[in-house]
């Protein structure tokens, strides 16, 4: 059985940094591209961060952009998602995603999810 768990989660202030993990089992998580989606409150999910199977590619979101950072450790079948400098905008659930070779892109073939953790930014 595939799982995908994220932690990291909670409240955090405006500016604030924050890291989301993703520790997967039951896939072979090197084979597998690494993505981050979001979804806002009342909004649709969309694509915040992904890594390429391979580790050598990253696709942000502009509203990423210069603010976060997404790795992996196929050692360790995790991925994370670093955070900096947050805004109420990124309030919303966070998924963890994996998809098989592919690379990292927002539209690529993504087969597991995670349940999804809560990111509050608020003062």
């Known amino acids: 059985q595939v799982k995908l768990v994220e932690s990291g989660g909670g409240l955090v202030q405006p500016g604030d940094s924050l890291r989301l993990s993703c520790t997967t089992s039951?896939?072979?998580?090197?084979?597998?591209?690494m993505a981050w989606f979001r979804q806002p409150p009342g909004e649709d999910r969309e694509f915040v961060a992904g890594i390429s199977w391979q580790g050598q590619n990253t696709y942000y979101a502009d509203s990423a952009k210069g603010r976060s950072s997404i790795f992996r450790d196929n050692d360790k079948n995790t991925t994370w998602l670093q955070m900096d400098n947050l805004k109420p905008e990124d309030t919303a659930v966070y998924f963890c995603?994996?998809?098989?070779?592919?690379?990292?892109?927002?539209?690529?073939?993504?087969?597991?999810w995670g349940q999804g953790i809560q990111v509050t930014v608020s003062s």
């Open positions: 039951g896939l072979n998580f090197r084979v597998h591209a």
């Open positions: 995603t994996a998809g098989p070779l592919g690379a990292g892109r927002p539209l690529d073939g993504y087969m597991y």
